[in-house]
């Protein structure tokens, strides 16, 4: 573990004791396991990037809350590095979260800027593959013009394919129409596959729904708009990190 005297080297563990109560300000090196018994908060006024092979909370781990969140201008993170060999975090006895992880036993809040909008919507037409722009419900102007979006699959798979699932990059500035309450996503590039919205049910069934079942794809900002952020330092490996959230250790 450091000592109070300097700030922690690449490799350090890192431990903040039931009693300390510190303020990430920095950009840390990357560091082994980080184990926050007290509390860490990021700071609101500079930009914070936490590197570490894991993080453990059994703590508070402060990125942001619902009163003072990270505000505009300002990003605080976490980044995880390592690879898929190395040592399990073990928790309490039988909770075994593998590696690459935020465990947290504790409490861990994250909260960053609003952006003026819902996160997530439904398309308001089918889009059909090959398109480069897609209509979905509501005013979603507010989402940045370079945000990443995902479109979650209508249809089944054909092998070898397990999802039809896309994420695609924005390529201008939601486009709102207020008359017909939806907004015009332009793509960077076009869809691969058909995404479905409307009415379902056969005429069968219509005397028990008569204005049948609305079904739409999910549409929804997966990157490019969020001030608090948790990446994976890795960019040329499918072995990315997560978060894992429990309940404490007496198991409540």
Known sequence: DIEYDRLPEPGDDVLIGSGDQVILDMETPQLNWVTVEGRL???RNTTTLLRARSVKVWGFLDMGS???????GVTAGVELWGSETD????MVEGLFLKNKVVAVLGSLQAHG???GADPWTKLAATAVAGASAITVHGDVSAWPADATVAISATEYPEPPLRTQTETLQLAAAPAYDAGSDTTVLRLRSSLL???FAGQT???EARAHWPEGVPLAATV?????WS????TNAEADTDYGGGVTVGGSSGGV
């Open 220 to 224: 929804a900002l997966v990157s490019g």
């Open 201 to 203: 049910l056969g005429s």
């Open 227 to 230: 001030n608090v952020r948790f």
């Open 113 to 115: 800027e609003p952006i």
């Open 41 to 43: 908060a990021a700071s």
């Open 66 to 72: 619902l009163g003072d969140p990270i505000p505009a």
């Open 87 to 90: 040592n399990t975090v073990v």
């Open 193 to 195: 596959h058909r995404h």
